[in-house]
């Protein structure tokens, strides 16, 4: 168990909020190429992964090892370096600490225990037949439009319409409705694809705050299935996914 | 019943704020010269006008009606899009519902039925003698400074002082004072007539957040009479008058 | 009982706002060389002492004598006038009133009964013999950090280790530490002696908050002792001092 790495504040931060919203305690892998984790939520309604290649390093020297991380503490340590401030990470293995550095500071966070979080999920291998990419701020816009509206939204891609095809938005108030197309010059259609699923709002929100950062963000949706979500974070350096399952219609 | 209608974001938006200040529903007069609205709030207190011209329309085409509107669900959405961003409005009269579509986003908001909203009021018509013009943003200034003093607040005109006349803001807390006074060089007296009344602080606090952002504002007083607050937004394309009863002085 | 002063907004803001830090009323004393007071919290654990100059004034015109003051009021009322604003302050002996008047407002504010202040403190006679200087915003970031991690932070000198002496702040949580500390290059160790004392950071940070505006603070420390933090602001016109009694190290 051996770790020695520094990183600009600001590629660790964008990482661990990233996981932050969903799970507030997840098993970080550390690995010869990077960190790597994979979470589902207390819910079980969405799953984050994320991977954090070694590129993202000013230096970087690990052992693959497993360890218990406190999410949530992480994240509001990181709240205080700038952006252009280094972070200096180590594994104080006897002691059983996360070590960050930076600015003077030295912070020694206590690991948990891997036992007591709950095991990874398998990654789920779901067949989501439509793929477009979507600017990440676009998309996050749109969800705190629904909001005012309703608290599920439905996305879905229409090839029917001329002048398509489209990703569109929809969300059904009790009175009211809000409805948001992104036509062929404002998205790009990898595989369009008649596709439409419900959502639950609350979950998309925390969801957008965090790819509403990324420039593009690639979304595979289905028919009453989950939503995937991909994007890059730190020029290409970190990688995340958030799967979101699926609300029934009818409730 | 037919409205189609253009209009810059930032021009309905200033409008319906300043009739959320008073009220939270109401009912839009739609005619062939633009919008038009009269109402009360609900402790019969304070009463709001609005009219917004044709002329601070892009386009506008409209039959005469009188439809229900939720302001303050119309003043939430509006907060969404830019200064500059253009709203479409339609009705549309078979679902009961109007349409707001700006930025790729189209709203149907329910209209809500007409006879589930109070009565309009008869459009008072009282003689308030003292008429004075004041920087809206000093207006606001003193009527927040008096919140730290007191609930109520008095506000007058004196010509008897020398090197006046003067109009004034006086409030009167538990153990202190606080007065502002506004000479010939600060506001213009249009009709120096000697007045004062007092007035709740929470109703002139939500008027003023509004008149704040007009340069000028025409303000009518008598003794024990309510306050009139006449001014225009959006290069003089929307007038709002503001009338606030008077309290008694003994209580 | 006369006092006739001019002052920059600006200056008697952030007088009022050191002595806010700590108590909400106080004894102020008038001299004829400026103003001053002397007060121990509510909870017997924090003193500040203040002193502003006549030299802070634009004018300055007094009587010996000793008022009761609302200080969370003062605070209050101040927020209101702009940086550069004057505040012209008066004493009304037959009303009992305290009068400031700025921008066309005159605050009337009623003076506290000093029989009703408790009584000031003897100023301690306390010998702390580490002495450094640290730059004022510095060890508010390093106050600021620690809240992360616990409710009471260690701060001392340590003259022992190679490359030092250090200037450090330590804070033990429940599972987690944090430790900064300045070296050489970044405080001034005007008296450099091994000294350790624990203080809540409760305290710490109301304190922080104001020095944390002053380019240097000088702070004074002894091991299980007092912390001594002085400072100057307004150009050197206005001096602070904040004293903290220490916490014993078992609780």
């Known amino acids: ?8 504040a600001d590629i660790l931060r964008e990482t661990i909020e990233a ?7 997840c098993r970080l892998h550390i690995e010869n190429d990077g960190f790597s984790m994979l979470a589902v939520d207390t819910a079980n309604v969405a799953m984050v992964k994320a991977v954090l290649q070694k590129t993202a390093f000013q230096s970087y020297e690990a052992e693959s ?6 999410i949530t503490k992480l994240r509001n340590i990181l709240g205080t370096p700038g952006k252009t401030d280094q972070v200096k990470i180590e594994l104080d293995e006897t002691r059983h600490k996360l070590e960050l550095s930076f600015m003077g500071y030295k912070y020694s966070v206590a690991l948990l225990d891997t036992n007591t979080i709950r095991k990874e999920p398998n990654e789920p291998n779901i067949e989501l037949p439509a793929k477009i990419i979507v600017p990440g701020m676009e998309l996050n816009n749109a969800i705190k439009a629904s909001m005012l509206i309703s608290d599920k939204i439905a996305l879905g891609v229409d090839t029917q319409e001329k002048n398509g095809p489209f990703f569109f938005m929809h969300a059904d108030g009790d009175t009211d409705q809000i409805n948001k197309t992104f ?3 404002e998205v790009q259609f990898v595989n369009p694809v008649d596709s ?3 959502f639950s709002i ?10 509403g950062k990324s420039a593009s963000v690639e979304v595979h949706l289905g028919t009453d299935h989950p ?3 991909i994007f890059d974070m730190s020029n290409g350096n970190a990688h995340f996914i ?3 399952a699926p609300r029934i219609e009818a409730d």
Do not use: N, Q
Request: glycine fraction near 6%; include cysteine; aromatic fraction near 10%.
């Open 65 to 70: 090892c497993e360890i218990g991380v406190d």
């Open 202 to 211: 609350d979950y998309l929100k925390d969801m957008g705050k965090i790819f």
């Open 1 to 8: 168990m051996m770790l020695k790495a520094i990183i600009d």
């Open 227 to 229: 939503v995937k979500f």
């Open 183 to 185: 036509g062929p010059t």
């Open 19 to 25: 996981i932050a919203a969903l799970v507030s305690e």
């Open 196 to 198: 439409r699923s419900l």
């Open 242 to 244: 958030y799967l979101l």
